[in-house]
């Protein structure tokens, strides 16, 4: 979140692209129920209780539960969580959902007032996002785009960096194509550890440090769909409040 806020604060571009990768799971889960056509309001992690319901109700959305609360036998059979598993499984999900998480939706909320654009990036939509954005620099060579790989937290509330997001922000980036020349030292990197990762991503991301924490959680199948590369073809986009899917310069779906 630090690194958001630094990056943003000292941007000069006029206009300002951000991508929050967030892979286990918020973008991941983003992604999933943008695709199935639902709206994601994204909702600050440490707000939660009766401030969600409150938020959830006045935007006439359905508030996500914990997710081992999802999986109880007494849950709501349509109770939906973080659990990307569950928003994929769901034989129908609410058209206006509220997700909070503790990285990439506290990041997302804040970015909405300091971007112009705020989109929800994972391996699922690299393919389609950075397309997109690859054609917007194209066609807006003055357009700065930047990619956040928004990491974890230790116990503490410090910034863990997650290996996950680097190779999410780095399929993004890989998918851009932008010329190299054009592209940071850092972003490069990032592009370089996906490529490199590719081959094996199916494996990797249950054998890395975040994938072994929801698996030990029982939440494996978590880890398999934020896996599938290039799955989902809709692009979340941050729009008055929510992610929609982006269907065209300055349109939204509603
Ligand atoms: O979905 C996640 O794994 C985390 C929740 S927690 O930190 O594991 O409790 O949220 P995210 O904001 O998506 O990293």
């Not at 890989?174 to 990032?190: H, K, L, N």
Request: charged share 20%; proline share 7%.
């Amino acid at each position: 979140m630090a690194g958001a806020r630094q990056l943003l604060q000292t941007s000069s571009a006029a206009h300002c692209v951000v991508v929050v990768v967030d892979v286990l799971s918020f973008s991941t889960s983003t992604s999933i129920a943008v695709n199935r056509g639902a709206a994601v309001f994204p909702y600050r992690w440490h707000s939660r209780g009766q401030q969600l319901a409150a938020y959830a109700q006045r935007q006439n959305a359905v508030p996500a539960v914990g997710r081992l609360e999802a999986r109880r036998p007494d849950a709501p059979h349509d109770a939906f969580s973080l659990s990307p598993a569950r928003l994929a499984q769901l034989p129908g999900l609410p058209a206006r959902i509220v997700l909070p998480s503790p990285n990439g939706a506290t990041i997302s909320v804040w970015c909405a007032g300091h971007a112009d654009e705020v989109y929800a990036g994972c391996l699922r939509n690299a393919g389609a996002l950075g397309g997109l954005l690859g054609k917007r620099l194209h066609e807006e060579p003055q357009l700065s785009v930047a990619v956040i790989a928004a990491g974890e937290q230790w116990p503490d509330g410090a910034l863990r960096p997650a290996v996950e997001d680097l190779w999410g922000a780095g399929a993004i980036i890989a998918a851009i194509g932008a010329p190299r020349a054009d592209v940071s030292y850092e972003a490069r990197a990032a592009a370089d550890a996906f490529l490199n990762v590719r081959p094996e991503l199916r494996t990797a991301l249950p054998a890395c440090g975040s994938g072994i924490e929801l698996a030990q959680r029982g939440f494996e199948d978590d880890v398999r769909y934020a896996a599938e590369l290039d799955a989902d073809g809709l692009v979340p986009q941050l729009f008055n409040g929510a992610f929609r899917s982006h269907v065209g310069p300055n349109i939204i779906a509603e």
